[in-house]
Nanobody
């Protein structure tokens, strides 16, 4: 059993920064890649970025790579998403997910957290 728990969401103003964390636990050895997705109301789930177990294959989608940074915690059980210069359009529920191989598609991810709400509003 794999458990993913996100934290760090909240209400911020445009231009602010926020750091999300995803803590993984349980039988995690089969997870080779972890990713962040987000879903805004009325929209499809959107890929944000992914990282390999040993921080290889770090990839953030082109539209966000200038503002969002992915990193692993020192124990590799934590995946962080540093979000800078936040905009109202970044408002969404952010989900952490785990997969057994490299993929930018949500369908490849077997393990999901419950999500954390990020709201960017003045």
């Amino acid at each position: 059993q794999v458990r993913l728990v996100e934290s760090g969401g909240g209400l911020v103003q445009p231009g602010d920064s926020l750091r999300l964390s995803c803590e993984s636990s349980g039988v995690t050895f089969m997870i080779t890649h972890m990713a962040w997705f987000r879903q805004a109301p009325g929209r499809e789930r959107e890929f944000v970025g992914l990282i390999g177990f040993s921080s290889e294959h770090i990839y953030v989608t082109d539209s966000l790579k200038d503002r969002f940074i992915l990193s692993r915690g020192s124990g590799k059980s934590t995946l962080d998403l540093q979000m800078n210069s936040l905009k109202p359009e970044d408002t969404a529920v952010y989900y952490c997910a785990g997969a057994r191989y490299y993929s930018r598609s949500s369908t490849a991810y077997e393990y999901w957290g419950q999500g954390t709400q990020v709201t960017v509003s003045s």
